[in-house]
């Protein structure tokens, strides 16, 4: 026992000898008489030139050095400095092999980074170039493979981890200036601020950082604030953030000169060993959005599951913008994008996150849903369901007059090319499954109700399966079918309509009333390209069409019909009021679609005594109509005693002609055809002759009869001749 009491006090005694050694060695050597060989070793070491200005001292308790006033050049030009630098560590602590920062203190620090012309950055010339078969160089060659990683593995095997404890942190006005020659890029990191006390593993302890960045190009600056308080275990594979409250101001270029804040609050949680993270209460906004979120995160490879709520408050995107400085959207009603919002959960396997109770709030619209989204393969599913839409309402407004005029894109051969459709590429790597539906749209003036929509896209052919609804009192419904997989896209298009009351349809469409009636129509067309001008020009197909109980508005075809019944009867019409629409039933035909122009052949329509026959086409591109038209009397049309129907003009056509530009409106698209009346005349010529021909022919016969008769009577007696005179009349029929 007394051996063992020995070797304690033995040991003390070293220990208290040791530090006295040091307390003595400190007490008497000042360190400021080595400046001159600390800054020559420097300089021989390195490219930098050390100047050190500022007094250099020690502490004993606590053990510490301190800085002041030291700068150091690169190339003449100051590359660093710091007007204070202060370490100390607890002495015991040190001792005990627990060493604790008592206090890190680092004023003014200064760093000049740049990057010249051939974008080399002035830190790599620190060092210089070494020399050819130096003794760094030797010992790397003389050093065996087994000896290197021998020596690794006695560094990996240094002991266990240090027990971490720093009292006090301060670092207060640093700054870092950083210019790039080859951008003209220039940063600086300014007023930075680093506050943190008593920081231990495995405890919280509070942080406070302050800064400022500005950057060049473009002129943007940030001052930023975070206050948190932080954690981790002594394994440093469990992180926490709590009490986080950030704010950050910003303005310049891209905020059109404006200040903008941006917020950052909440907690948050990540453990590396069981890869999962968690952020509670989270809020971040900026201007007048503000996103909250609670969410868990598990697995941080490429299939991380999720689980959690995300929402978007109400918010105005116009006053957004105009907080970001950012244009205006011009809308027809300005009432609209002022209350936007959206709220959803979030969950999902893993690799396959998913949106439950997807609400969308656009002004008085909104949208419920849900979706997912497939790491794996890219797969996309959405299911979206809305009430009402006024789609008109977000469209820019309308400009009339010569401002419209002066608005207008010139158009000339320099104005530029037409631009393509569709992204093909982008087009190709879908794979949707989308669902959508809406209760009622209004869409260019058109009310439509209960939209069904099916989208699907896979290996580059996107398939809209449905898309149907109801339309001015009748109903509608299409597919069609883009395949992408070659850059000259096939598109295929079938559409049925039914029962579509064409009148309310083109006057909000277009305002077109020229027609009215019941519009069933099939469309079957094809066509290829990646342009509007090269599909229109591309489209093949036909349009069978059907229209019941309608009328022709702003035209009546009666009034020139019985223009040339009147010229026929050689009469003049006393009617003043001809009205100026011309119902007809059962209206039909089939359009043939050659490119832009569409070609029909067979148009027929039954009117009041006359039935409507005509072929023709229809020039979208030019918006020409050019169709010749028949009204085949078949009986009588009108009590205009001139335009009675007689046994000449019975079954005879007379012409008309619609042609000229539709978009003007109907009324002057229609008139009498006088080029092809002279067909008509024939025709009435040859009813008349050969009425007149049966008339001769009647005249005939009874002539013949009487004479047959009268010699019958005279030979054979009166009564036998009444007998033999019915008899002839057999014969004369």
Not at 93 to 113: C, N, R
Not at 503 to 526: C, F, Y
Request: hydrophobic share 40%; proline share 3%.
């Amino acid at each position: 026992m007394k051996a063992i009491r020995y070797v304690l006090i033995a040991i003390v005694a070293v220990i208290v000898l040791a530090i006295a050694a040091i307390a003595i060695a400190m007490a008497v050597i000042d360190p400021n008489d080595y400046k001159p060989q600390i800054e020559k070793a420097v300089e021989d070491n390195t490219n930098l030139d050390l100047i050190l200005e500022g007094d250099i001292g020690w502490s004993f308790i606590p053990l510490g050095l301190e800085l002041n006033d030291v700068e150091a050049t690169l190339d003449g030009q100051r590359f660093v400095a710091l007007k204070q630098l202060v370490a100390q560590i607890d002495l015991w602590s040190l001792i005990a092999m627990s060493p604790q920062v008592d206090t890190f203190v680092l004023d003014g620090l200064e760093a000049h980074l740049s990057i010249n012309e051939q974008g080399e950055g002035n830190w790599t010339r620190i060092m210089p170039e070494p020399a050819e078969g130096d003794a760094k160089g030797r010992q790397d060659l003389t050093s065996t493979p087994e000896q290197t990683a021998a020596a690794d593995t006695s560094d990996e095997q240094g002991g266990k981890a240090l027990n971490f404890n720093v009292d006090n942190v301060q670092i207060s006005n640093a700054q870092v200036h950083y210019s790039d020659l080859s951008t003209g890029q220039k940063v600086t990191l300014d007023d930075f601020s680093v506050n943190a006390s008593d920081i231990t593993l495995g405890s919280e302890f509070p942080l406070e950082i302050g800064f400022r960045v500005e950057t060049a190009q473009p002129q943007f600056a940030v001052d930023g604030s975070i206050e948190a308080r932080l954690a981790a275990n002594e394994a440093l594979n469990d992180f926490a953030v709590s009490g986080l409250k950030a704010e950050f101001k910003m303005n310049g270029e891209p905020f059109g000169g404006k200040s903008v804040t941006a917020k950052l609050s909440g907690s948050a949680n990540a453990n590396l060993e069981n890869e999962t993270a968690t952020l509670s209460d989270f809020t971040a906004s900026l201007a007048n959005l503000t996103l909250n979120t609670n969410l868990d995160v598990k697995g941080f490879g490429a299939k991380p599951a999720l689980k959690g709520t995300l929402a978007i408050d109400e918010f105005s995107l116009k006053d957004l913008l105009e907080n970001l400085g950012q244009p205006a959207i011009a809308t027809t009603d300005e009432a609209v994008l002022q209350a936007i919002a959206l709220s959803t959960n979030i969950g999902g396997p893993a690799g396959k996150p998913a949106l439950s109770d997807l609400m969308i709030k656009l002004d008085d619209t909104t949208f419920k849903g849900s979706g997912s989204y497939n790491l794996d393969n890219g797969g996309i599913v959405f299911n979206l369901q809305g009430d009402k839409l006024n789609a008109d309402r977000y469209l820019p407004p309308a400009v009339e007059g010569a401002e419209a005029k002066n608005n207008a894109p010139a158009q000339t051969a320099a104005s530029g090319t037409e631009g393509d459709l569709l992204p093909l590429e982008t087009l190709r790597g879908l794979l949707l499954d989308i669902n959508f539906g809406l209760g009622e749209l209004i869409v260019s003036n058109l009310s439509i109700n209960e939209i069904k929509a099916s989208t699907t896209a896979s290996k580059g052919v996107l398939k809209v399966d449905e898309f149907s609804g109801k339309l001015y009192e009748g109903s509608f419904g299409a597919n069609a079918t883009i395949d992408a997989r070659t850059d000259n896209p096939k598109w295929t298009i079938n559409s049925d309509v039914s029962n579509v009351q064409t009148l309310p349809l083109l006057a909000d469409l277009a305002e077109i009333t020229m027609l009215s009636g019941g519009a069933n129509l099939k469309v079957d067309a094809t066509t290829s390209g990646n342009r509007i001008s090269v599909l229109r020009d591309k489209a093949d197909g036909k349009i069978s069409f059907n229209l019941a109980e309608g009328e022709f508005r702003k035209m009546n075809l009666t009034h020139l019909a019985c223009q040339g019944i009147a010229l026929v009867n050689q009469d003049q019409l006393s009617t003043d009021d001809w009205g100026d629409t011309t119902p007809f039933n059962d209206m039909h035909g089939v359009l043939e679609i050659d490119g832009n122009v569409f070609n029909n052949t067979d148009l027929v329509a039954s009117l009041a005594g006359m039935k409507l026959e005509g072929k023709g086409n229809v020039d979208l591109k030019q918006t020409l109509v050019d169709y010749e038209l028949g009204l085949r009397i078949v009986g009588d049309i009108h009590r205009d005693n001139a335009c009675r129907v007689t046994e000449y003009v019975e079954d005879v056509v007379i012409p008309v002609e619609c042609r000229g530009d539709f978009s003007g409106g109907a009324a002057s698209l229609c008139s009498f055809d006088g080029s092809r009346f002279r067909d008509t005349l024939k025709t009435i010529a040859a009813n008349a002759a050969r009425k007149k021909a049966n008339e001769e022919v009647d005249r005939a016969k009874g002539k013949a009869e009487e004479k047959v008769r009268e010699k019958l009577e005279e030979s054979l007696g009166e009564g036998a001749a009444d007998k033999v005179k019915d008899t002839l009349k057999g014969l004369f029929k």
